[in-house]
């Protein structure tokens, strides 16, 4: 049997948070050992479904984001974090590194991406000048072999990640950045969880994209083509219109351009009323 169906951003984000939570590797470390939970968009759909808790707002749980027609950094005023380490299912007042050094084997790191290729290498946009979240794992991780899960969307599906990065190069190498000048991490030892895994393990379906894109709230969604036996791809359905169609987007949050911390953005330190037209056609204030 065959379900044809449109999933936006949003929709996927949380239909891959909560197949996250429910894989034998992340249920393994959540009873008998450590979960890493870094920050961002994607992260905070899966902080929700940990803690019970709709009120965590993805937009505000991130440093950088593309948002209102560039890539930015948040005003750290603005953000609202969640727990991000967790100790046999409960949350504990460490910082990544330091639960990291409490070694156990069975310590699952979820991080989210800014791309993906089909090669199965990821795409990490860092902005921070000590290379940002990556540097607190990466060593860690690859020394010992621990679990890496990352949840990404196909919205952030890329042709080539290691080529992507050597086009960007990093901020020294950016004459003109419209936006944050960042560099971007190609690491390649994720496992990478999108709508397609989402599917395959929670309904034993496979999914096909289609086509891309849209406008009135389908920019940046995908529309899919799932096969499968008849009573998983009823089942799939049933729990998409209950429990993932009508997802909200998630908003903006836009840092203040007189507050920029980033020197190489073409924007940085410009008054609200010295924002160039486009920002101002946007309703962008600051």
């Known amino acids: 049997m065959k379900a044809t169906f449109v999933l936006t951003p949003a929709e996927a984000r949380r239909l891959i948070a909560k197949t996250v939570i429910q894989m034998p590797e992340f249920q393994k470390a959540w009873k008998e050992a450590y979960v890493l939970l870094a920050g961002g968009t994607t992260n905070a759909f899966i902080a929700q479904e940990l803690l019970g808790d709709k009120s965590i707002e993805p937009g505000l749980c991130t440093v950088g984001n593309s ?80 679990k890496w899960i990352c949840p990404v969307g196909y919205e952030k ?11 960007l190069g990093g901020a020294n190498h950016i004459d003109i950045s419209m936006g944050a000048d960042p560099g971007l991490y190609c690491l390649s030892s994720a496992d990478i969880v999108t709508e397609v895994e989402a599917i395959k393990m929670m309904f034993n379906c496979e999914a096909k994209v289609v086509c891309a894109g849209g406008i009135g709230g389908n920019e940046g969604a995908h529309y899919w083509a799932v096969d499968g036996d008849e009573a998983d791809i009823k089942a799939l359905v049933d729990y998409l219109e209950k429990e993932i169609k009508g997802e909200p987007p998630v908003k903006g949050n836009k840092g203040n351009c007189s507050n920029c911390r980033y020197p190489g953005c073409r924007y940085n330190g410009l008054q609200p009323d010295q924002l160039p037209d486009w920002m101002k056609k946007r309703g962008i204030k600051k």
């Open 67 to 146: 948002t209102d027609g560039m890539l930015c950094v948040t005003e750290p005023s603005s953000r609202k974090s969640f727990p991000n380490v967790f100790y046999k299912g409960q949350p504990v007042d460490k910082k990544i590194d330091e639960a990291l050094q409490d070694y156990h084997a069975d310590t699952v790191i979820i991080k989210g991406a800014n791309a993906f290729d089909q090669d199965g290498h990821v795409g990490i946009i860092t902005s921070g000048f000590n290379g940002g979240t990556v540097p607190n794992f990466i060593g860690y991780m690859t020394s010992k072999g621990l």
């Open 157 to 167: 599906m890329v042709p080539s990640v290691p080529a992507a990065s050597r086009a």
